[in-house]
């Protein structure tokens, strides 16, 4: 079973049985699919109701665990700081985030609880995608940096001149905590980036909400294309 965990637009990605998992942190409604090919969880709620900085990270990578997926795939709406154009998408292949950190270990019981992070994403699982994707005839681009800010704001035109002087190409709100969280229940994660907008000051920026979804969403049959054909 592979678990994906997928945000703004591609919240309709799977059909399935619901099915509500407890864990610590809290339950989450995981769909099933026929054959418990996928199990599909939608970051922001199916009813899109989860504001970035409300979602329960470790919720949703502890249910997946509990699941017993052989790994995990997110895919994420993201801005284009550079390199890449609006509908691509894009193989994350490293992350910054200064924020506060998203851990299960708020108490140090081991050396081995300060997450490797190098490589941040599992390079099996990116490997699998790139190849499904090849398959699948879907154009994944590689290379993706994403710098993660904690939202629901989107940033500044300063904020995105400092990451792209940092090393970013694509700027999110959710990968890191996901990557981090699934590395310390040494769960395979990769990620794919679905590129939505220009970020903050580059080329025309005044993206609504609403037109950041519409956008994923017209992308999400590429991303069902390569989850399909990595799950069979
Ligand atoms: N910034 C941050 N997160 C995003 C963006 C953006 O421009 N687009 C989609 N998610």
């Known amino acids: 079973m592979l678990g994906v965990i997928a945000g703004t637009g591609l919240e309709h990605f ?3 049985i619901e099915a509500p998992i407890k864990t610590d942190y809290g339950s989450v409604h995981a769909i099933l699919t026929k054959g418990d090919k996928i199990a599909f969880i939608s970051r922001h709620g199916f009813a899109h109701d989860v504001p970035p900085h409300k979602i329960n990270h470790k919720a949703h ?23 890449y154009s609006i509908g691509d998408l894009v193989l994350l292949e490293d992350f910054i985030d200064f924020r506060a950190p998203q851990t299960f270990f708020d108490k140090l019981e081991s050396i081995n609880q300060h997450a490797w992070m190098a490589p941040p994403f599992s390079k099996t699982l990116q490997g699998k995608a790139l190849a499904a994707a090849k398959k699948a ?5 590689k290379g993706g940096v994403v710098a993660v800010t904690a939202g629901p704001r989107l940033e500044t035109p300063a904020e995105i001149k400092a990451f792209a002087k940092l090393g970013a190409n694509l700027v999110g709100m959710t990968t890191s905590p996901e990557a981090t969280l699934a590395r310390e229940l040494e769960l395979e994660y990769a990620a794919i980036a679905v590129v939505s907008n220009h970020a903050a000051g580059v080329k025309r920026f005044a993206p609504s909400g609403a037109e950041i979804a519409a956008v994923a969403a017209a992308q999400a049959h590429k991303a069902a294309k390569i989850v399909a054909e990595l799950s069979k």
Not at 61 to 75: E, I, P, Q, R
């Open 14 to 16: 799977f059909k399935g």
């Open 61 to 83: 990578v502890a249910a997946l665990k509990k699941l017993g997926v052989s790994g995990v795939l997110g895919f994420s709406a993201c801005g284009a700081i550079s390199k």
């Open 137 to 141: 005839k879907v154009v994944l681009k």
